[in-house]
């Protein structure tokens, strides 16, 4: 397994954001999800489900990378299926509030409260002293090329939704789809299934 990668910033109005997944779509890589929008450019577009949980735990995780968390840290360190790409790779989503110093170089900035980082210090702080306490492990992330989120939006599978990271790490993850589009007015009993409203 690696742990990391790059993140660039892409100024842009849907990025940072969430994008919640419309009943008109049917990949099964994305049904029902919700994703932290992190980048989306002319160079493409990046982001990480978060609320689909992985099938393993962070125990399992940190064994393969050589960590040895309490039973707390792990218990409380959820894992999620970030996406159908490159899910050997491992990214932290967490609340920069209460995290200092060095483990902050390589982080990447989403919002205030936000920030994803593929840093292996801040995974070993995370192990030994339960710091962010705010945080998630995503498997993977979910990428697409130049112009090609621009055309899933045209047919409208995705609903983009402003970011608010209490869904992230607040929302119980079976309910984030639902609260993520009642945060925006919508009534998720309301949406047809060919991506729009029923009357």
């Not at 393993?56 to 999620?80: H, I, K, W």
């Not at 939006?153 to 939704?161: K, T």
């Not at 929302?171 to 993520?180: C, N």
């Amino acid at each position: 397994m690696e742990f990391g990668g790059t993140l660039g910033r892409v100024a842009d109005t849907l990025a940072p954001g969430l994008l919640v997944a419309s009943p008109a779509l049917r990949d099964p890589n994305f049904q029902r999800a919700v994703i932290v929008l992190v980048e989306h450019g002319p160079e493409g577009s990046l982001g990480f489900i978060v609320n689909r949980p992985a099938p393993v735990s962070f125990d399992q995780v940190a064994e393969l990378l050589g960590l040895d968390p309490s039973p707390e840290v792990a218990d409380l360190t959820p894992v999620f299926t970030g996406g159908p790409v490159a899910p050997q790779s491992g990214w932290i989503l967490f609340d920069p509030a209460d995290v200092h110093g060095s483990v902050l170089t390589n982080a990447v900035s989403v919002s205030e409260r936000l920030a994803v980082s593929a840093s292996r210090d801040l995974l070993d702080a995370i192990a030994s002293d339960d710091r962010p306490r705010r945080r998630l492990l995503a498997l993977g992330y979910a990428g697409w090329a130049p112009g090609q989120l621009d055309g899933e939006f045209a047919r409208g599978v995705w609903v983009p939704v402003d970011l608010d990271d209490e869904i992230v790490f607040e929302t119980p993850p079976a309910e984030r789809w639902h609260a993520a589009l009642t945060s925006a007015g919508i009534d998720p009993a309301r949406m047809s299934g060919s991506g729009g409203f029923s009357a």
